[in-house]
């Protein structure tokens, strides 16, 4: 059951949605510059900070649609929340069948 | 190949990043479909690793787009969750079979999907050209879940084999099959494309297919772009930029047949 939110309600929602990828995007962004940078002089250090900057960026649509469960869960959407928990589902299914088929 | 790169070619890999991430953000198109061809064809690497910098090129794109189109909500999240559930089915399912497929048959595929969306854009940019900015998104309702579930899972799976968003199916999609407005489902397949390409990427990057040394300095290039192109887009006339991605399409596409044509993909 959806209860009926007033728009200020889903503007505050989306706004976590917003943030996160915001945060997702200037944290990969900062490292893979930085990263960058590092490989035109310290290539191992370079890699190794530019690896984590790629892995930030892999996580930022995870922790999109972590943010989106909230959401779903201040407005009691059990349909979306099932929804979002089978994004993930597949995700990581994803995830286990890249390991598996190395 | 080389333990590391030359700085000229960090500035090249930077400027096509940069040059993908502003299209992406003039024309909610370009992202995969240029970098992937581009990083296969002229800058010697194994077709599989190609695709594993375009996804992740499409995760930067759709990550740093859509926090801002989310903002100014347009985007339709409940639309976009419920056709992602199909998209990412499709596209975990593809990036898995891509790994068996041989550079060749994945060539060809790319091949056929640079056409399609070369003629694609002709439609749109001929039919642009007089137009008017759309201001405000009229009230909406999704139809036609079905459809729109189906061109996702398609969707999806050209993104899990070829390492592009997937939006030149799913706008038109939403646009044309769910009565979506154009601009809410430009910002709604943005918005998707970005947990599509996670779940394909995934699959790579586990797999061993995403080459952190090429992807760093595109993935850079991109976020750089996509806010310099965000910041221009009001100085830009979109027709101009979508006959432009018809031309970098349709000659990708020639340069690749040709050299499929003389076994020169591996």
């Known amino acids: 059951m959806t209860r009926a939110l007033s728009n200020e309600e889903v503007r505050k929602s989306e706004h976590l949605i917003a943030s996160t990828l915001k945060a997702g995007a200037y944290l ?26 790629i892995i930030a960026l892999l996580a930022a649509p995870v922790l999109r649609i972590l943010a989106a469960i909230v959401m779903y869960v ?8 099932l929804v979002s928990l089978w994004i993930l589902a597949v995700i990581g299914l994803s995830a286990f069948a890249g390991i598996v088929t190395h | 190949m080389a333990a590391t790169l030359s700085l000229g070619v960090i500035i090249l890999l930077l400027g096509v990043g940069a040059g993908a991430g502003a299209f992406g953000a003039l024309a909610g198109v370009g ?23 375009g996804l992740v090129a499409v995760i930067a794109t759709s ?57 694609n854009m002709v439609k749109r940019a001929w039919g642009t050209r007089n137009e008017q900015h759309q201001v405000d998104i009229p009230p909406y309702t999704p139809q036609n879940y079905p459809a729109g579930l189906l061109a996702s899972v398609f969707a999806g799976a050209l993104s899990g084999l070829l390492g592009v968003g997937g939006g030149v199916i799913k706008v038109p999609a939403m646009y044309l099959f769910m ?31 995403i080459n952190v040394m090429f992807a760093a300095p595109v993935v850079a290039g991109v976020f750089a772009g996509s806010l310099g192109g965000a910041r221009i887009a009001p100085k830009v006339r ?21 050299k499929l044509a003389t076994g020169k993909i591996h």
């Open chain 1, 28 to 53: 990969s962004f900062a490292l893979l510059v930085i990263g960058v940078g590092a490989m035109m002089t310290q290539p191992q250090s370079g890699l190794g900070i530019s690896r984590i900057g």
């Open chain 1, 74 to 81: 201040k407005e009691r959407d059990t349909k979306m929340i």
């Open chain 2, 31 to 53: 992202g995969g479909a240029i970098i992937t061809p581009l990083l296969a064809l002229y800058f010697g690497l194994p077709i599989h690793e190609a695709i594993g910098v």
């Open chain 2, 63 to 119: 990550t740093a787009s859509s926090s801002v189109h989310v903002e100014r909500h347009i985007v339709n999240v409940k639309l976009g969750m419920i056709l992602e559930s199909a998209t990412t089915s499709g596209a975990a399912i593809a990036a898995v079979i891509a790994g068996y497929l041989s550079a060749r048959w994945l060539a060809g595929i790319f091949i056929a999907f640079l056409a399609f969306s070369c003629y």
């Open chain 2, 179 to 209: 009565k979506v407005p154009l601009r809410a489902a430009t910002a709604t397949s943005n918005f998707t494309i970005g947990v599509t390409a996670a779940a394909s990427a995934y699959v790579y990057y586990m797999r061993g297919d």
């Open chain 2, 238 to 258: 979109s027709t101009h930029i979508l006959w432009l991605f018809v031309f970098i399409t349709g000659y990708m596409a020639i340069q690749m047949a040709i």
